[in-house]
């Protein structure tokens, strides 16, 4: 009777599933063939359903399945999944005498023995992972604790997620937290891949990871290996009762879960800071990144006596390693060229692992800061790395005795064309004064192209260099006329990245205004101000002909960024480049309305601050996201700012929000909000 019904479930299942097969196919054509028939958002629901039924009843999957293509389907947002439990996040350790203060902690509000289990910290993204009855039902991100994404058909594409839970007495159900990382190896082998494709690099493995996961295409997390190694049980209906973490470990190992097998339990606070100590040492050598150790109390009645804090439990905490130094040589001193022509110098060093990746060059900023650090060609020095921190030079290491090279002198003439370098009164940085140098070309034209712009895929500086020393461009304008047998001709270059390339650029053409005028490199307009034009004067013709009383009538604009707009159309180089952009086809259209995109949360009338590194992106990145949404992006916090995005070691503007009892955001809230809009955050408690 029961297998009936289950026999029933499956046969409708199935006419479903297919009959959703063949819509999605057809809209897909129509879509390909740019005719198409239903709206992206429509679209979107029919490939979720189709997920959703395979996900449940995955003998449905054929390999035909719109879901198994590479390329086909797109999956363009994520759905939120509400976490049953919240997810939170740890406190941190920075030194020993911090996890000795929170140890004690621990000791005096418990009676009895306290047994600790420590745990390398894995630097990938939080997972949680829903079973019913021992099938995977869902995959949702962290997202802002409360509320995730809904990354279930990328989960199961991870062969360490079992669909199926293994052995008896299995829960009705079960959450299980883990840790998505990308291992060394799959990272190095991925950017290898990258860079031969011409695309971007990752950063590191975590970014890797997070790329991986939260991409529309299945088929590309399928082909990025990932792995998750799983620490934690949120939601559990059923199955044994559970004692001790060390019991759930072993537990999660027998339903099919992978558990890091360096984890390991102590008895005291000395034993637990040598293991934070080895797993310094040995950090890079696990075979994935790892950034810490997390120490938990073992005993789970322990744990509930000990509780939470409004964001983080009161038995665990994170131990954070300290950033890493290394010493190796400089082997030279340079000077790159910007686009604006602004000579940076720039350290060439012996290639040295450090934080996490190699390092073979840092930047010196300026002049003065070469000198105040007084590193010299020759030179053994120290390197610095945290995280994803920009590495740094900190210093010579000085060896008595040892004769060093005359101190560093800044060069008088542009290494690319000669032109002399001058440093202006008052000025820190020099400057190559030739406007036609051919690396300010190259960079004015990866500028132009970059994902704050254009965002034109493959146009990197290693392209772009090569096809300015091939004669192919000289200003952003030629990018539109580059043809498929001019890129095949070049070395370097196959015909299939020729094509993804063109169709890139081709697609570049219907951009927003605003990002033309971001394009355009015009001194101090970035994207913030660049919204501002494009919404409040005009098209393109209009802002350019404009006068600065014209221009500062616009909100948003003020003197300095006018006189400049004024000035940069005044130069009939910028013209040339103008008039190739206008015969390609390229948008020049305005006023513009708040741009918002297409089945993304419309963020019109917030009005947002950003303060602090962010880990997952660039400050460039969430301004053009956000003002893509319709968002505003300002400089300074008021009463009229909605959020504040605080990002790593935040500025003044944080306390400026906090005293106006304006919203503060992480970064997890501003994913949230730049997929679900403002009513996607949680409520703030009471
Ligand atoms: S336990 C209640 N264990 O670190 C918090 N977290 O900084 C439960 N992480 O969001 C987290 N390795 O993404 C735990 N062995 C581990 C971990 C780990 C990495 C991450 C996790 C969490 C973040 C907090």
Not at 51 to 66: C, F, G, R
Not at 146 to 169: F, H, M, S, W, Y
């Amino acid at each position: 009777m029961a297998k009936d019904r289950a026999d029933n479930a499956d046969d409708v299942g199935a006419e479903r599933a297919a009959a959703l097969r063949e819509l999605i196919e057809y809209h897909n054509d129509r879509y390909y063939a740019d005719a198409a028939e239903i709206a992206d958002a429509e679209f979107d629901a029919l490939l979720r359903e189709l997920i959703e039924l395979e996900t449940k009843y995955p003998a449905l999957v054929t390999a035909d399945s719109p879901t198994q293509h590479p390329g086909s389907t797109q999956q363009s947002t994520f759905a939120p999944v509400k976490h049953r439990v919240p997810m939170m996040s740890l406190d941190n350790a920075f030194s020993n005498e911090e996890l000795v203060a929170w140890g004690e902690r621990v000791e005096r509000a418990l009676v009895g023995g306290i047994r600790f289990v420590t745990e390398p910290k894995m630097d990938g993204l939080a997972m949680s992972l829903l079973y019913e009855n021992g099938k995977l039902v869902s995959g949702g991100t962290r997202g802002d604790g409360r509320v995730g994404e809904d990354v279930t058909a990328n989960v199961r594409t991870i062969t360490e997620v079992p669909r199926t839970l293994k052995g008896k007495n299995l829960p009705s159900v079960l959450e299980v937290r883990g840790e998505v990382y990308m291992p060394l190896r799959a990272f190095e082998e991925l950017n290898r891949r990258q860079g031969d494709a011409g695309l971007r690099l990752f950063a590191n493995p975590r970014n890797a990871a997070a790329g991986s996961l939260r991409v529309k295409d299945v088929s590309i997390t399928a082909s990025r290996d990932l792995a998750m190694f799983c620490y934690q049980l949120g939601a559990k209906q059923g199955g044994p009762t559970l004692r001790t973490h060390q019991e759930t470990l072993a537990w999660m190992r027998e339903l099919g879960f992978q558990v890091n097998p360096r984890i390991e339990a102590h008895d005291d606070l000395e034993s637990v800071y040598a293991f934070c100590q080895s797993m310094q040492e040995q950090r890079h050598s696990l075979g994935y990144e790892i950034d810490g150790v997390v120490i938990k109390v073992d005993d789970l009645a322990q744990r509930e006596e000990l509780g939470f804090t409004s964001k983080a439990p009161r038995w665990a905490i994170a131990y954070k390693f300290p950033p890493e130094e290394r010493t190796t040589l400089l082997r030279k001193i340079q000077v790159s060229i910007g686009r604006t022509g602004r000579a940076t110098p720039f350290a060439e060093l012996e290639p040295v692992f450090v934080g996490g990746s190699t390092v073979g060059m840092a930047t010196l900023h300026n002049q003065d800061e070469v000198a105040r650090k007084d590193v010299r060609p020759g030179d053994t020095v120290i390197v610095r790395k945290a995280g994803d921190v920009i590495p740094e030079v900190v210093g010579p290491v000085v060896q008595k005795g040892k004769r060093r090279k005359p101190k560093w002198k800044f060069p008088t003439a542009c290494p690319v064309c000669g032109s002399p370098l001058v440093r202006l009164e008052g000025e820190a940085n020099h400057q190559c004064i030739n406007v036609e140098c051919p690396a300010q070309r190259v960079q004015r034209i990866v500028h132009f192209a970059s994902r704050g712009a254009l965002d034109i895929e493959g146009l990197g500086e290693e392209r772009v260099s090569q096809f300015v020393r091939e004669g192919l461009l000289v200003d952003a304008g030629d990018i539109y006329s580059l043809s498929l047998d001019r890129l095949v001709a070049l070395e370097r270059i196959g015909e299939r990245s020729a094509r993804l390339l063109l169709d890139a650029i081709e697609a570049s053409k219907p951009q927003p205004l605003w990002r033309v005028l971001v394009g355009l490199g015009i001194p101090h307009v970035g994207p913030t101000a660049a919204q501002a034009l494009a919404t409040g004067v005009g098209g393109l013709d209009r802002v350019a002909s404009a006068t600065v009383e014209e221009l500062v009538e616009c909100e948003g604009i003020g003197q300095i960024i006018a006189v400049s707009v004024q000035k940069f159309f005044g130069l009939d180089r910028n013209h040339l480049v103008i008039e190739k952009l206008r015969a390609a086809g390229v948008n020049f259209d305005g006023p513009e309305p708040a741009p918002v995109i297409e089945g993304a949360a419309s963020l019109a009338g917030v009005s947002i601050v950003l303060t602090g590194g962010l880990e997952r992106q660039t400050r460039e990145e969430a301004t053009a996201a956000l003002i893509a949404r319709g968002a505003k992006v300002a400089s300074s916090v008021s009463k009229k700012t909605t959020f504040v995005v605080a990002g790593e070691s935040p500025g003044s503007k944080l306390a400026k929000a906090e005293s106006l009892g304006v919203r503060v955001l992480d970064e997890d809230g501003l994913e949230t909000l730049l997929s679900g809009g403002p009513d996607a955050l949680p409520d703030l408690p009471a």
